[in-house]
């Protein structure tokens, strides 16, 4: 029998519990912390691959060497140029063209992973296509004119024999979800988006009734008219130099950590969807189904060189002001 | 360009994740719940066969158990939830719980095309005997077979529509605390709705829907049991089909959400009582074909002010027509010329039409038809502070409901009187008159039980919980309260015949909760409620009030590699001694079965998956092998006696999902 007196004692017992298991956490990681620094920020883009990042900091693997690891995402350019040229974010998930440009520019950082090897997709309202060939004629929508993704498609054109404005048009719209509105309002019939707004296109003519097909894998299309391998190099892990110097171990266990965190992200992608939401305020769902399509597999900057340079190349050839006009120099590469 | 530019653009391109999202949600919330939820108010301790798992909880969902009632804060689903709600095309879900000896298999499909979306699902439970704490075997067991089909159609940007499809079968629920067993509980539910989102000035959107259900039980005291006395071998039947409808505009009046609905409903239920041992004769008119017709007319509006004040007022307006055909078909009971006058006066008994019990208990006579026009009314107030953490509501009503089929017009008779139970045709509607006020705080952590957010203090911070209290008061005009026939005001008889009738009624809750993510690992939680009820006019307790109960939950989970996740975790639940009961069947009503005692349990929990596609979970009930009954037992039938049956002792379960 359990009278009131005994309920509240009993109550009192599981409140307790609840308190000594709050408490056992930050007892438990105290001697681990003493060897490290107090508080690492790192910083990511509010878009899928920081949820890699997310995964590592929520996974502890650095609460050996910082007290306290915490993630920011930067969200605007300025945010992110200042902060690299302040020094505060000394690790930062970027574009890995821009970790080029500034390291041309003479700030010190680094190339320390790439995350992603191409989240740029081709989407359609029409089917599959083949290859470059087929587009001749179409209208295709292209967010930002003159950034990557429409110097890579161009090149990826030119070396197919097409040019734009002769062989097809590239309608240029002010950001991807106008492109994605367009398409679904049937204002044209492809546009090129990256993931998630790809997935996001097909979720959305789902819900519109619209067939969307992803229609072309712009990463093979890589491969195929560039060469080398269906990857294109596209975002990654800046490091400054100056924590290389300071932290190497550091720097060291959190490149590993990358790749752990990478392939967890990919592993699980329904589980990194529920955190992708939660650090990223994207919508978990989408993230899910766009995960598969966003080519997450961390590889360290000197191993990821060689598609690195034929990248920067490619965006050289179409744009150099775009990378800093010339190539980095094998410093740049950790 | 710039470098400052193109990083500019590349840094919005990969913002709209964010965008995107916001495109995406344009619920209408048209077809949620009513703001005024008097369609959904049922009688005072109902009992009912057990709810169908909806579609996303299908492969989720625990089986039945009445007698075992651990619902008030579940165990937790753990890492499975993440093969069970993954995106994959086809899942399937095998487990055994040895509460109540369940054995389940269910799968689940869902295929997806521009513009539609089809999930398929089926399940089936087999449950058996279970050991009580004491080794004792307990009669229990169901078969049951749930089958469910959702199409859903979006013709135009905004719209929706939407076709659900049910069947679910229990064969076979054996209910050791009551004279019956129900052979048969079949339902088929079907629901077709449409919405579609607006973007006018005033108009913002309308849904129209539209829902028949069909619902037979079949209760007998032979096919599932032998009492040893085939001459009093007795069946009932069920049958019961809802048609109803509505539709709703959603509207903007200079900045009020405004919501105007109506809805409107046919229901035919009927209920007989057989002597199969005297050749399937009817011997109680049990629901003498009611014929329910319903109408609802509501309208409510609210308004978020900047000051953090929001403000939701509403009314409502209920009709309802109950229309009894067969109040005057009697049973079919005969006796051979020469018979003795006890048998005779016995098939007279079992004969008597619910016309006839119904003069007989509360006078009343002439057609049985009712019509009642009922009135309510909600305000709602709330204030939300510190950046919208903290928020204080309170909350008044007053709502009406009229007295369903069992109630107003059940009509089973008997030679004995105690074993009668009339319902009342010349009952008022209820109606509740409540306050409730309280708070809730949601820590700028706090996104979700297991999920902190970003870069969290430690944890004690109060930014890591989410705390809600409220209170209330109900005060019941004319509660309908099940009873005795002890010659009260109304009631004509002083047999100890179960009836109905109208008293005040006094009901009163606290309710508490507590959710904590410690760390990104460890969380816990609480949850108490209390509730006292009083039948004010006849001054005494009122029967099957749960007793005061808390639960606890500490939860661990954490990456399993690259590969996967796992957790574990435990739950103690606390449940108090209920001294205030109607265990009387002389003064009172007597359903109560004595005082509850208070007992005290604990599970034990975890699981893992491997890549989102394959997870177990295995567990321990009742780890300490307590022995103890639920105060409110029994729920799956409306029964008058609530004998108490022990609930399982230690047991455990394990579950698997797999996905493709």
Sequence with gaps: ?334 | MSPTMNVKKHQYMLMIGISIFGLMGNSQDLLAGDFIDTASMKRHAVGEPPAVPSPLQLLLAKPAMQFRHDDQLPITNGVEEDVAKANRMVKVMGGYNGDGNVKTAASQARLMAPGIVVLAGLRYDQADDYDDANGDEVTFGYKRDTEQLVIQWMPNPGGKVKLVGVRDVIKDDLQPHHAMDVANTTRYVGKLSFEQALDGETLKGFSLHAASKNVEREPDNYSNRNDGNPKNNMRALTKRHIVEGGAKLKLNLNGWQTIAALNGGWDNHDARRYNESAGGLINAIKLPDITRTTMGLALDSKRKFDNGVMVQAGLRYDYLHANPEAVHQTGQMKTPPGAPAKQVAMAKAFNLSPAALYGQYYGASGDFERNDHNISARLRLSKTAMDKRFSVFGDVSRKMRSPDNIEAYHAVTNPNPAGRWIGNPNLDPEAHHKAELGFVWTGAHYQGYGDLGMNADGPFSADNMKISLSGYVDAVDNFITFDRAHGQSGIRQRDNALIYRNVDALFAGVNFEARWNLTNNWSMAAKAAYLWGNNESDDRALYQIAPLEANFLIDYKDMLGSVGTWNIGAKLRLVADQNRVDDNIRTGLGMDKGEGKGFATLDAYGGLQIGNRWSLSAGVNNLLNADYQEHITGTHIAAATKTKINAPGRTFFFRSQLNF
């Design chain 1, 1 to 334: 029998m359990l009278n009131r007196r005994d309920f509240l004692g009993w109550s009192g017992t599981g409140i307790a519990t609840s308190l000594v298991a709050g408490a056992t956490p930050s007892l438990l990681a105290t001697p681990a912390l003493a060897k490290g620094m107090d508080e690492l920020t790192i910083y990511g883009p509010p878009a899928g691959p920081s949820i890699a990042l997310a995964h590592l900091v929520r996974s502890g693997a650095l609460n050996d060497h910082v007290k306290k690891v915490k993630f920011q995402l930067w969200r605007n350019p300025d945010q992110l140029r200042a902060g690299v040229l302040s020094g505060k974010m000394t690790i930062t998930g970027t574009p890995s063209y821009v970790a080029a440009n500034l390291y041309n520019r003479g700030v010190d950082v680094h190339m320390g992973s790439i995350v992603t090897w191409g989240l740029l997709y081709l989407m359609s309202r029409e089917g599959k296509v083949a290859s470059m060939q087929d587009l001749k004629g179409e209208t295709i929508l292209m967010p930002f004119k003159n950034d990557m993704p429409d110097l890579v498609f161009r090149a990826m054109a030119a070396k197919a024999g097409m040019k734009a404005g002769r062989d097809f048009k590239l309608q240029y719209t002010g950001t991807p979800p106008q492109a994605m509105k367009m398409m679904i309002a049937g204002k044209a019939k492809m546009a090129v988006l990256p993931e998630p707004a790809a997935t996001g296109a097909m979720m959305m003519g789902i819900k519109n009734g619209v067939g969307i097909t992803r229609a072309l894998d712009l990463q093979k299309e890589w491969g195929r008219t560039i060469g080398g391998s269906a990857k294109i190099p596209q975002a990654g892990m800046m490091i400054s130099g100056k924590l290389m110097k300071e932290r190497p171990e550091l720097v060291e266990a959190f490149n590993k950590a990358m790749i752990a965190s990478g392939r967890w992200t990919s592993n699980n992608p329904a589980s990194a969807a529920k955190i992708g939401a939660t650090y990223l305020g994207l919508k978990a769902p989408i993230i899910e189904r766009a995960i598969p399509f966003s080519n997450i597999d961390v590889k360290s900057g000197k191993s990821s060189r060689a598609e690195l340079e034929r990248f920067y190349n490619v965006l050289k050839g179409m744009s150099p002001a775009i990378i800093g006009g010339k190539l980095p120099a094998a410093d740049f590469y950790l």
